[in-house]
C-alpha cells in the first residue's frame, strides 16, 4: 500500500503518460497522491500508467488535453474538474508538476518560425496558462514544479529555441515563488540532463557510442532514467521541501561541472 506522505493530496502531472512524467506520476502515485495522468494523444500510454498506480494501491485517473499552439489549458482544467470529483469531491489540486515539452528546435540558422512558436506554445504557453488558470485550484501551502533542462544553462546552439523556452520557464519559476509564497506555494524547476526516453530512442537506444558519448557529459558516468528526476520531484513535492523555493535543481547527473 502506498502511503509516504502524500496522502489526501491531489497531484497533476502533464505529460505524465511516457517518459520523466511517466515516472514522476507512478512515483507521486506511490507516495499517496491522487494523480491526474495528462496527455496529448496516447490513450493507451495513459491508461497503462493509470493502471500501473492503482495497481499498487493508488488512485489516478487520465486526462486528455492538448497543449500548445493547438490546445489551450483552461480545457485541460475542464477535463480535470470532470475527473477529479469522483476520487476527491471538493476538487482542487496541491502539486502541479508541469512535465510536458517538446524538443523541436533546430540551430538558429535553420529554425523557422512556426518551430519557434510551436516550442514556445507548448513548453512556456502552457505551463504559464495551466498555473494562470489554477491558481483558483491550487491549495495554500501547493507546490508547482517545472521539468527544466540542463540546456537552460549549458549553451546547446544546435537546440537553441529549445534551450531559450527552458530558460523562460526558470524565470516563471522564479517569480511564481515570489508571488505566491506568502500562501506556502513553493516553485521549483528540476533540470534534466539526456534521460532515456522516446525523445532520445531514435539516436540513443540501442547506439552503443551514443550511449558512451552520453554517459560521459555526466560526473555520474550514465545517462539518467526517468526514475532519477521522478525522486527529486518527489522530495520537492513532499513536506521535506517546504523550504526550498524559487529553485533551479540541477539534474543532469552532474554534466558541465
Ligand atoms: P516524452 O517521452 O516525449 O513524453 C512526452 C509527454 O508529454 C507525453 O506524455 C506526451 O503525451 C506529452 N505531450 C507532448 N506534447 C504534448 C502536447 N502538445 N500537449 C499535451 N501533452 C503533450 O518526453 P520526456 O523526454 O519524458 O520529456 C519530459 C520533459 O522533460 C519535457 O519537458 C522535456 O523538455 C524535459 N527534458 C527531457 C530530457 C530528456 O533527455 N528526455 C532532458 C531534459 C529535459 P502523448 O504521448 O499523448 O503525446
Partial sequence: MPGHGLEGKVALVTGGSRGIGRGIAERLGRDGAVVAVAYARDTAAAEKVVGVIRESGGTAFA?????GAHGDAEALWAVFDAGITAYAPAGGVDIIVNNAGIGRSSALAGLTE????????????APFF?????????RDGGRIINISS???????????????TKGALDTFTLNLAKELGPRGITANSVAPGIVDTDVNAGWLRGNAEAEEHAASLAALGRVGQPEDIADIVAFLASDDARWVTGRVVDATGGAGL
Fill in 114 to 125: 512556426e518551430d519557434f512558436d510551436e516550442v514556445f506554445a507548448v513548453n512556456v504557453r
Fill in 150 to 164: 540542463g540546456a537552460a544553462r549549458i549553451a546547446m546552439p544546435e537546440i537553441i529555441a529549445y534551450g531559450a
Fill in 130 to 138: 495551466i498555473v494562470r488558470h489554477g491558481l483558483g485550484r491550487l
Fill in 63 to 67: 486526462v486528455r488535453a492538448e497543449l
